[in-house]
């Protein structure tokens, strides 16, 4: 790929239109109400330095008010070395690159298809449907003219792939979110994620010490199969029953004042230290028994409460899978037969310090891992994997059943149409961005930078991670813990 876009561009015969300006490709019906408002975007995109993910996101805005049948174009530009497409209607895309060839049809969509290719990219071919041959002699230099395509063969002499410089952000462009990803010259390059550290043995924390979050950086996976046996596990000796000890009121004839007949902590510190959850009281009084309860396995507004908000109404149908249908991970009781992740100190849902030493890892359901909170509002309850897009509705994953569909979309066109993957794999959340146009970006706990992910190569984000959609839609990766 030259510094013109893509070499040496062919036109296909047809009736349509194909403009070719400043390394940007635009191929359109001509009959369409909008193709004055396309051919301008794409002269402001090439006339400001922008580059093929913004001529899509320009494309996309344009589409987005359209009304009745979709608009029949196709547009195609350079992104750091690969190429960033977007189809809509009958038109037709096909980009040769790293992972062979790719197509798109925008009939596929009910919006518009669109996808970010990964160089190197040694072929493009955007067309109509009456779209005939290419002629091994003709040659678009640059320009607007009748056509019903284009075929760039990069591969020919003269014009061999190679990485476009990156494009700085117009300053008509400025009201819209940066991207984050750093540049030469950087001030700070982006850092990688942080690891963990070599896991020591858990040792029981000080008496009185509040619980630790949850740790940072990307958790390894937990060690599965009969190849990684447990170490043996030195139980704890056995203690003398004290049945006294847990009486909230002191028995018949003492006095309030008076001492527990055996030593030991004061029964409302070991009460609160057992029983942290602020709405386990509201639990008991609802009928849902005397034991702690898992508020994983409840609502997410029975766990994720406002400060000052009303409380909430009584539990609503659960929605998760049932315990058998659950995938099976190794974890951990704490002492109130709370199952959790092995990794962390402290039980996710009582607070409970966790002593590894006194613990043995078992196979069990996994509980839901906490919620997504979008910014409009809707949650998404992490018991299963989604896909997250303006459209997801029509992929073959959603189709089977592997994935949840979750729509999200944006006025700007920047949100793809198959954007995003939730993936839960063990105890871990990890986000794939599946080659969308204008990208996701994370901000992890306590950074004010976003970063981009690469794309479809899983990565695993902490609680508290702020995830961007594109440009303008963000959601938060929330437990269940409650601070």
Known sequence: ????????????????????????????????????????ALRETAASGGDGRSLARRVAQILAVVIGEPVACAVAGPVNGGVAVLVSGPAFAAVTGAAGEIQLAGRDALTWSDRLVPGPVTRVELSLPDAGAAHPLSRLDAGVIVAGGVWCDLT??????????????????????????????????????????????????????PPAPYPLGPAEPYPMGPADPYPPVTAPPPMEPQPQAWH???????SPQGQMPSAGPAPAMVHHEEVRHEDIDTARASGMGGDPVDVRDQPFEYELLTPGAAEPPGPAPSSGAEPEAR???????????HFNDPRVPYCAVCGIALVQRTLVPYKGPRPPLGVLLLDDGLTLRLDTDYLVGRDPERAPEVADGSVRPAKVTSPDGSVSRRHLR???????????????????????????????????????IMPGTTVRIGVSRTMRYESHRNG
């Open 156 to 209: 020919e002499v003269g014009a061999a792939p190679q990485a476009m410089p990156r494009m700085e952000p117009a300053a008509s462009q400025a009201h819209q979110a940066p991207r984050m990803e750093p540049v030469a010259p950087a001030p700070t390059p982006m850092p990688a994620p942080p690891e963990r550290p070599a896991s020591p043995e858990w040792s029981a924390p000080p008496e009185g010490a």
């Open 422 to 460: 939730v993936a839960l794999d063990g105890w871990d959340v990890n986000l794939v961005d599946l080659g969308s146009v204008n990208g996701t970006q994370i901000q992890p706990p306590g950074d004010p930078n976003f970063y981009d992910i690469p794309p479809n190569e899983p990565v695993t």
């Open 1 to 40: 790929m030259t510094d013109q876009g893509f070499g040496v561009v062919r036109p296909l015969p047809g009736n349509g239109l194909v403009a070719y300006v400043g390394g940007l490709l635009l191929v359109c019906d001509a009959a369409e109400a909008v193709v004055e408002d396309l051919l301008g």
């Open 248 to 254: 909230s009121e002191p028995p018949p004839g003492a």
């Open 327 to 337: 995938p099976l991970v190794y974890g951990v009781d704490c002492k109130n037969d």
